[in-house]
């Protein structure tokens, strides 16, 4: 078994077509066929079956698929660090970030990385962290950094970065805008706004909720915080968001944003990386410039 043939099953798990592998591979139909042969021969089980036209993992292929992936993602990534040593300066550094860094943080600090380092190359994926959290398992990011809970997920190692307080926000209009002080009761029937299901807002929103016992009057349902700020600056609804994604609209008078009442609870934005992963000098680079305060506004570092 080579690196070659186990190349080979992700794609015929991916296009489920020969042609197609051999031409993603560069090699004849043939001799595609002759290493399926060969690894079905080397192993003594049958990985590959064809239906309706299709060729298909068996259940033993699919077992071997889930290392493929894994060993497949650490040999690009080898290759890429060892090439890092020929081209001094150079390199390509992937990141994924949850919506409020990847928004509200990280467009001025890779701003600033690449003016410094201008022959870095960087990509950035915006997802929700629990996502974020599965790239960086399975080595497709190089870091990652997300706002969620304090989390142990090894191999990760998350370090934090700075809190990512949550509010309330309302219209100034609203009638919570200007009471001295709210109470959870308050809250409870008054239109509010929900995050998507799978967001961490989402999630500490209903812990917020079950602590205090109060049934919240979720109306609208949205994935799209510009979304939410939009709807709450129309005057009737409130939501819980991250402080750092309201500043500009508290600065222009367009929304207010207020202590969660009796909120236990703390979310901060972390940086990760996967343990199992080297980490080259950039991306030791890219950390230092991260935590540099000169780079840094709004984050309260």
Known sequence: MNLLKLQMVELIEKHKKVTTVADAMGLKQPTVSFHMKNLEQELGVQLFESRSGKVHLTEAG?????????????????ERVVKEYDQLGRGTLKI?????PGT???????SSFTQAYPRIQLSLIVKTAPVIKDLLINHEIDLGIM???????????????????????????????????????????????LHSPDSSTRQLTMKWAQSNRIELNGHIEMDSLEAIKQVAMLGESI???????????????????RPIPQNPFKR??????????????????????LLNPVYNINTGR
Do not use: W
Not at 104 to 110: S, T, V
Not at 153 to 167: A, I, K, Q, Y
């Open 62 to 78: 699919r077992s071997l698929y889930h290392y493929s992936v894994k060993i497949n993602a650490l040999a690009h990534e080898a």
């Open 268 to 289: 901060y934005v972390y940086y990760a990386y996967n343990l199992d992963r080297r980490q080259s000098a950039l991306l030791e680079g890219f950390i230092q410039h």
């Open 147 to 193: 706002s969620c809970e304090p989390f142990q997920m090894p191999p990760l190692m998350g370090e934090t970065f700075c809190e990512d307080e949550l509010v309330l926000i309302c219209s100034p209009h609203h009638k919570l805008a200007s009471c001295p002080q709210l109470y959870p009761d308050q809250l409870e029937g008054v239109p509010f706004l």
């Open 96 to 100: 994924g970030a949850s919506y409020v």
């Open 239 to 257: 939501s819980f968001v991250s402080r750092l994604a309201v500043l500009r609209e508290v600065e222009r008078g367009e929304l207010v944003f």
């Open 104 to 110: 509200y943080i990280l467009p001025r600090l890779l």
